[in-house]
Nanobody, 127 residues
Framework: QVQLVESGGGFVLTGGSLRLSCAAS????????MGWFRQAPGLEREFVAA???????????RYTDSVKGRFTISRDSAQNSVHLQMNSLKPEDTAVYYC?????????????????WGQGTQVTVSS
């Protein structure tokens, strides 16, 4: 079993920044794409960003339109952690943010493609 643990959530004013991190542990799996999703109160969980495995031709970062130019997804050199740098935050970014991993190196944007999920971390942006 793979465990994903998010950190870095919190409270920030409009225009501020936060950096989310997600560390994977447990059963080792290689060449996993990882992503971030979020769920605001009363809404369905939605895709935010994802990143594939570096040696795959389709390795790329994908973002939902509302965060392009503001959020950056990256992974560390050991490839077992993923980060989400969030800048120019807006109140509509307020949500619980979930880290996810899939047993495939190919980046994906739909939650059904992911096999493992973290517990989530709250991000609150106030005006």
């Amino acid at each position: 079993q793979v465990q994903l643990v998010e950190s870095g959530g919190g409270f920030v004013l409009t225009g501020g920044s936060l950096r989310l991190s997600c560390a994977a542990s447990g059963r080792t799996f290689s060449r996993a794409a990882m992503g971030w999703f979020r769920q605001a109160p009363g809404l369905e969980r939605e895709f935010v960003a994802a990143i594939g495995w570096p040696d795959v031709a389709q390795f790329t970062a994908r973002y939902t339109d509302s965060v392009k130019g503001r959020f950056t997804i990256s992974r560390d050199s050991a490839q077992n952690s993923v980060h989400l740098q969030m800048n120019s935050l807006k109140p509509e970014d307020t949500a619980v943010y979930y880290c996810a991993a899939r047993a495939s190196p190919i980046v994906a944007t739909h939650e059904s493609k992911y096999d493992y999920w973290g517990q989530g971390t709250q991000v609150t942006v106030s005006s």
